[in-house]
Structures are given as structure tokens and as C-alpha cells.
């Protein structure tokens, strides 16, 4: 398959298609089964911490997007999925290196040839966007799908790094929370109550 007959079945056969190019969502959570988990999300606070011995112990290291890694002592190198909003760069995923791309955004037009047909490539559902959405009352974050979609695993442990809910804005942009279409004192409630109740997720270097 070439990028041109790529683009008609995806025009012709929009989300059918794209699930075909898929792995099965049972085969992640198969693969996050009884392991230790890092979500590393991209608050700029995570650089002057230094977990990156921690989040590259883990098992499974889920990183977003081309966020920054400033330093392996505060970021760690391991990159064992990759999870898409949006395009990244081919150079980005070469230097990451990952054993899975995630696209978990509901937009599936800017879901590129070369990503749908990378290896280990994983189509999060529409519905599952949906419910989140619902959930927040607003446009969910890439950080709090992938949370949600961990913490619905077998997972031994989910550990969060990276994650202050724009209180220390993003390490790769310089936009306010106003200025995101998102609601991050809605997210920091939903990670809270799940703490709460799943002692498996702790939320590491939190600010206050």
C-alpha cells in the first residue's frame, strides 16, 4: 500500500480502514499486563526533578508527542510507546525509537501514511474520546487518555511523572491554561480521585 491508495480508503472507508491497520487494544493491555508503568507527561517542573532512573526502571515508558527530553536525570532516555495527538517528525520517532505508536485523538485527518503503517501501530477508539470528554466537560488532554486507558490494565504498578496540570505550563510551548482548549483542574481531579481509589497509580512530584 502507497500513501495515494492509503489516503482513498481512508476517505472511502474512514475509520474501518484505519482500525484494520491496527493492533487489537486486548494486545496492549496483554502487553501492560502485571508490569510497571511510566506516563511521562510534559510540565516543565519535571526538569528540575530527577526520576530518571525511576521512569527508566519501569517495564513500559509512555511518552507523548516530541516533548522535550532536557536531561536523562530528570527525564530519563526510554521510550517503549509513543502516544500521538497530533504529527511529529519522522526524526522524533527515529530518535525515540519506540516499540508502539499510539494515535489517541479523535481527529483521524492529520493520522498520516506513515504513521497508521508504522509497526506496532494502535488506533485508539472514537468512543473512548467521547466518554473522556464527557467525563471532563471538555477536550481531553493526550495524558489523561493514556492514564485512563493504563488504569483500565492489568497493570502491577502506574507511575506518573511530568503531570502538574499546566501549573507550571509545557516544556515545549509557551501557551497559558487559557489558552488550551482543555480543563486541567477538571484532569487534576480525575487523576486525584483515581489515586484515591487505585493504589496502583501514584502521581510523582506533584506540585501544590
Known amino acids: ?53 525511576v521512569i527508566d526502571a519501569c517495564d513500559i515508558v509512555i511518552r507523548m508527542h516530541a516533548a522535550p527530553l532536557p536531561h ?26 519506540p516499540n508502539r505508536l499510539l494515535w489517541m485523538a479523535k481527529k483521524r485527518k492529520r493520522l498520516k501514511y506513515r504513521l497508521a503503517t508504522a509497526s506496532g501501530f494502535y488506533l485508539h477508539p472514537k468512543s473512548e474520546w467521547d466518554v473522556m470528554a464527557q467525563t471532563l466537560n471538555a477536550p481531553p488532554t493526550t495524558g489523561a487518555m493514556l492514564i485512563d486507558f493504563v488504569a483500565r490494565s492489568n497493570a502491577q504498578n ?23 482548549p482543555h480543563d ?14 487505585d493504589a496502583r497509580v501514584v502521581l510523582h512530584g506533584q506540585t501544590h
Open 72 to 97: 536523562p536525570k530528570s527525564h530519563g532516555t526510554k521510550t517503549t510507546w509513543l502516544a500521538l495527538g497530533m504529527p511529529v517528525d519522522q526524526a522524533v520517532i527515529q530518535d525515540r525509537a
Open 158 to 180: 502506574i507511575n506518573l511523572f511530568g503531570f502538574d496540570f499546566f501549573a507550571s505550563l509545557s516544556l515545549s510551548g509557551r501557551r497559558t491554561a487559557a489558552q488550551v
Open 1 to 53: 500500500m502507497n500513501r495515494l491508495s492509503y489516503s482513498i480508503k481512508r476517505a472511502l472507508k474512514g475509520d474501518v480502514f484505519l482500525q484494520s491497520l491496527s493492533a487489537n487494544r486486548s494486545t496492549l493491555v496483554g502487553e501492560l499486563a502485571d508490569k510497571t508503568v511510566a506516563v511521562i507527561g510534559n510540565a516543565r517542573s519535571l526538569s528540575k526533578q530527577t526520576h530518571g532512573a
Open 184 to 197: 486541567f483542574d477538571a484532569e487534576k481531579h480525575f487523576v486525584t480521585e483515581l489515586m484515591q481509589n
